[in-house]
């Protein structure tokens, strides 16, 4: 049995409601609560770490005062208010940011035990924790949407990126594995370009809906799904009834829907959600016996 574990950046859960998209809500699903530590709302790589390990910022040591990538202001600026710049702007702030940035960083990984330590537990890629290639990817294509990329190409490339990762964690449950966590960062993207086009962001919804209805159907009797956000998306369409967050900035709507009984109420009580229902397993299995000789002489090695 597996449990596949969607980290659905920005999955809001107004929006969820607002768009009708039904294929998030699984047997269990609900706003949760999380919290924001460096910046005045909650902050991508921060939750994430800490939905991982179940510790603080300053436990495990992803914060908004580090020097990678993510913690660019100009970066942060631009991701904020793309979807709201005339074209000239966007081209202007795109150049902006390029010329600030230089030389691109690697994004931080926690030293601290994670939900992914542990026998049988697979990580795709999962902000501050392992690979962030895939999130500088989706960052790549929100620099280019600030330059002016066509919105067809923006969601084409963002899409493709999405479905190579949800085609992965499908691709997890045929083989022996008792956890598989990836982060998908496209409704982070999309809900920043799309702040302010209502009809976009749900198109963008519904297709991410897809996907998780496609992993849902396939799921066999003992294998489980939890999927989660770390925040919201503000936006203008949507308006916070509570908080007064301009569009394209962070909501506190953060979200978890899970196929069995329970979700985590808040992002700090991931970590021991997973503990509770991921169960540990052992298995041998055979061993590949490759011709070492053989890869040698096609120049494999
Ligand atoms: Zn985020």
Known sequence: ???????????????????GVTDFELETSQQIKTFSHSRDNPYTPEVWATVATGLGPEEHSI???GTSEWNNPVLELASQFTGRLNESTRGTLGRFV???????????????????????????????????SDLQQAWDLMNAVAEGKPKHEFEQELLGLGAQQFGWAREMLNHDV????????????????????????????????????????ILGPDDDLLLLSDHGMCTSFYP??????????????????????????????????????????????????????????????
């Open 98 to 132: 390029r010329d600030q940035t230089g030389e691109r960083e690697q994004i931080g990984e926690t030293d601290a035990k994670s939900i992914f330590d542990r026998e049988g537990a697979v990580v795709h890629n999962w902000p501050g924790v392992h690979n962030g």
């Open 178 to 217: 008792a956890l598989a966590g990836v982060h998908v960062h496209t409704l982070d993207a999309a809900g920043h370009a799309y702040a302010e086009d209502e009809e976009s962001l749900r198109r963008i919804y519904k297709r991410v809906g897809e996907f998780v209805n496609g992993l849902v159907q």
């Open 1 to 19: 049995m597996t449990v596949v574990v969607l980290a659905l950046d920005a999955l809001d859960a107004g929006l969820v409601e607002h768009f």
């Open 63 to 65: 914060t908004g005062s």
């Open 240 to 301: 916070e009834t509570d908080e007064g967050g301009s569009p394209g900035g962070h909501s506190w709507r953060a979200y978890a829907s899970s196929t069995i009984d329970s979700v985590p109420s808040d992002v700090f009580y991931v970590a021991d959600w997973i503990d509770e229902h991921v169960t540990h397993r052992v298995t041998t299995g055979e061993q590949l016996n490759i011709d070492k000789e053989h890869l040698r002489n096609l120049g494999y090695i």
